[in-house]
């Protein structure tokens, strides 16, 4: 069940006392390649794709000249195809990602990152309230931007895909934003296909400010309530992107999220987990 102040995609991923009128959570998203690289022997143009979230859309609509004239930088063209790169912010025009998108005649808008990143690296957290559904991420944006483009529909329909791992199964992702717990537990018998990643961001000072104080902190436990610290409290704003410690499927684990001196509840908690159901 869900937690307070938590977003969650995957039923498994995190777990907590459910409150009056809260609802369950999703189940892991299944990870389905389009249609079009479902045969045998069809390959994606560009072998450097990652994490991916995809959607198709009226071919009608598919119009090159207005998408490419969207592009931070084109990357590579087909008779049917076009792909492009943005740098997407992830907070406050700051700390951009490199996303890339592709689009074809056939309708099919597919925003990833290369498979250099870790998957957490989907996260961005602009402004002082990010959002809380773990979905609308920087490759969300990269789909709204051509989607709004375009006259399409947004990409509230998206499936996800991992193009250096087709044989994961499922993606689940969590987001917690201020302070307190975060629960996880992996179904028992997954297979990571890439280490458990984080991303964190926390600021100094209450919201609206960074002059002063530390930053909070994050910590983890185990399922005997053994602690790492994450991320130490710091004189200085931080954002980064990380893998998880080893992390044992099936056992439930606790992050917990500490405010800055001075009171700061700027914290923001990303985890995203790619895997194997056998």
Request: aromatic share 10%; with cysteine; glycine share 8%.
């Amino acid at each position: 069940m869900l937690v307070v102040a938590v977003g969650v995609v995957g039923g498994s991923l995190l777990l907590g006392s459910p409150k009056a009128g809260e609802a369950p959570s999703l189940f892991g998203i299944p990870l389905v390649p389009p249609i079009f690289a479902q045969s045998g022997g069809a390959t994606f143009p560009d072998p450097q794709a990652g994490i991916s979230s995809y959607i198709q859309r009226d071919p009608d609509l598919i119009d090159f000249d207005t998408i490419i004239s969207l592009f931070d930088e084109t990357v590579d063209s087909g008779d049917n195809y076009i792909i492009g790169a943005f740098n997407m912010p992830r907070r406050e025009n700051t700390d951009p990602i490199h996303t890339r998108v592709y689009v074809d005649k056939d309708g099919f808008i597919i925003a990833y990152l290369t498979k250099d990143k870790l998957a957490a690296d989907i996260f961005r957290w602009q402004l002082a309230d990010p959002p809380a559904d773990p979905l609308d991420t920087a490759l969300s944006d990269t789909l709204t931007t051509v989607t709004d483009a375009i006259g399409a529909p947004p990409p509230t329909d998206a499936s996800w895909y991992h193009w250096s791992y087709p044989s994961a199964t499922h993606f689940s992702a969590a987001a917690k934003k201020g302070v307190g717990n975060m629960y996880m537990r992996i179904p028992d018998g997954a297979v990571f296909s890439e280490n458990p990643s984080y991303s964190w961001r926390s600021d100094r000072g209450p919201f609206g400010f960074s002059c002063c104080g530390t930053s909070g902190a994050l910590n983890l436990y185990d399922p005997d309530e053994m602690q790492t610290i994450l991320q130490p409290h710091r004189n200085i704003d931080i954002f980064n992107v990380q893998e998880l410690p080893t992390i044992t499927p099936g056992s439930r684990y606790r992050f917990e999220l500490e405010s800055g001196s001075g009171g700061s509840e700027k914290n923001f908690l990303g985890v995203a987990i790619v895997y194997r159901m056998p």
